[in-house]
Nanobody, 124 residues
Framework: QVQLVESGGGLVQAGGSLRLSCAAS????????MGWFRQAPGLDREFVAA????????SYADSVKGRFTISRDNAKDTVYLQMNSLKPEDTAVYYC?????????????????WGQGTQVTVSS
């Protein structure tokens, strides 16, 4: 069974840091773009960051640029999201996504596989 499993979410105070991990199993995604999205209650799922398989292209939402860093270890089929200087507005369920071959890496509809999500809560 092909799946993505996120981990690393939790409760943190504003200004703190968290590192999310997303491990793929069942097949390799080492040749696919991987992305992170988030969804807060009542809002649409929004793009956070993405990285192509080679790492030659990385992209971030303006709201997280300079604070979040996406990275990947293709040998482990794992992608990471290092989140620093967290703000209460970063509170959301964070989702890992794989294989954006359906379209632009900025759009959730482009990705073929999703993880179950991990909750990140930032207290003020």
């Amino acid at each position: 069974q092909v799946q993505l499993v996120e981990s690393g979410g939790g409760l943190v105070q504003a200004g703190g840091s968290l590192r999310l991990s997303c491990a793929a199993s069942g097949r390799t995604f080492s040749r696919n773009t991987m992305g992170w999205f988030r969804q807060a209650p009542g809002l649409d799922r929004e793009f956070v960051a993405a990285m192509t398989w080679s790492g030659s292209i990385t992209s971030y939402a303006d709201s997280v640029k300079g604070r979040f860093t996406i990275s990947r270890d293709n040998a482990k089929d794992t992608v990471y999201l290092q989140m620093n200087s967290l703000k209460p507005e970063d509170t959301a369920v964070y989702y890992c996504a794989a294989d954006s071959s359906r379209g632009s890496l900025y759009y959730a509809t482009s990705y073929r596989l999703w993880g179950q999500g991990t909750q990140v809560t930032v207290s003020s």
